[in-house]
């Protein structure tokens, strides 16, 4: 098992930052992929950003590629999702993931059913 906490959500202002966090309690948080992912009233979850257990590859939504970076501190069982330049179509429930790889420079991507773990969420609110 493996438990997923996020927290850094809020409210901010469009073109400003926040930065989420993911921690993880449970199994060796080394082994697992992450992800961020969000879901805003009335849409599906979608995809944001994912990241390999080594750090080392990470791939993003095209709706945040060059504003949103994905980051793990293995030795803190911890992931991040820095924001930067914010808007108010990224206004969602921010929601971490983990997924189970074999090799240390994979991620599931975008593959929803690939997570088996996810945290509560986290709000964020970009007001114009």
């Known amino acids: 098992q493996v438990q997923l906490v996020e927290s850094g959500g809020g409210l901010v202002q469009a073109g400003g930052s926040r930065r989420l966090s993911c921690a993880a309690s449970?199994?060796?948080?080394?082994?697992?992929?992450m992800g961020w992912f969000r879901q805003a009233p009335g849409k599906e979850r979608e995809f944001v950003a994912a990241i390999s257990w080594s750090g080392r590859t990470t791939d993003y939504a095209d709706s945040v590629k060059g504003r949103f970076t994905i980051s793990r501190d293995n030795a803190k069982n911890t992931e991040y999702l820095q924001m930067n330049s914010l808007k108010p179509e990224d206004t969602a429930v921010y929601y971490c993931?983990?997924?189970?790889?074999?090799?240390?420079?994979?991620?599931?991507?975008?593959?929803?059913?690939?997570?088996?773990?996810w945290g509560q969420g986290t709000q964020v609110t970009v007001s114009s």
């Open positions: 449970g199994r060796t948080f080394d082994m697992y992929a």
């Open positions: 993931g983990a997924c189970r790889t074999y090799y240390s420079g994979s991620h599931c991507g975008a593959m929803r059913s690939k997570y088996g773990y």
